[in-house]
């Protein structure tokens, strides 16, 4: 059985639910040379923005399937992410990610 290719935005649909829908990109990806506390703070920020979205678990499912290297995507930063692929590869992963901290 054969089935037609999806439209590629159906697979982006979720995000007309996000709770960062419409917000500006600078709360969840960092601006070029942010380091240390200031970019701990505005992760948070995206967490909190994060923990209570409907499409959390979507958007981070997405993240890690494409491979995203930038930002915070349903309350995963890049670090969270890259944790995570580690534990996948190293068959470790607990089913739940704890957010990073430094």
């Known amino acids: 059985m054969r089935t ?5 935005l159906v697979d982006w649909e979720w995000q007309q639910r996000a709770a960062c829908r419409g917000m500006n990109s600078s709360a969840f990806f960092s601006p070029s040379g942010e380091r240390g506390p200031a970019r701990r703070t505005r992760e948070e920020r995206a967490r ?3 923990a209570g979205c409907e499409v959390r678990t979507t958007c981070a499912a997405t993240a890690l399937r494409h491979g995203e290297t930038y930002g915070v ?3 995963l930063s890049r670090d969270d992410r890259r944790r995570l692929g580690d534990e996948a590869a190293a068959g470790t992963v607990t089913g739940r990610a704890a957010p990073s901290r430094r």
Do not use: Q, V
């Open 48 to 50: 909190r923005i994060c």
């Open 4 to 8: 037609e290719p999806r439209p590629l």
């Open 73 to 75: 995507w349903g309350g």
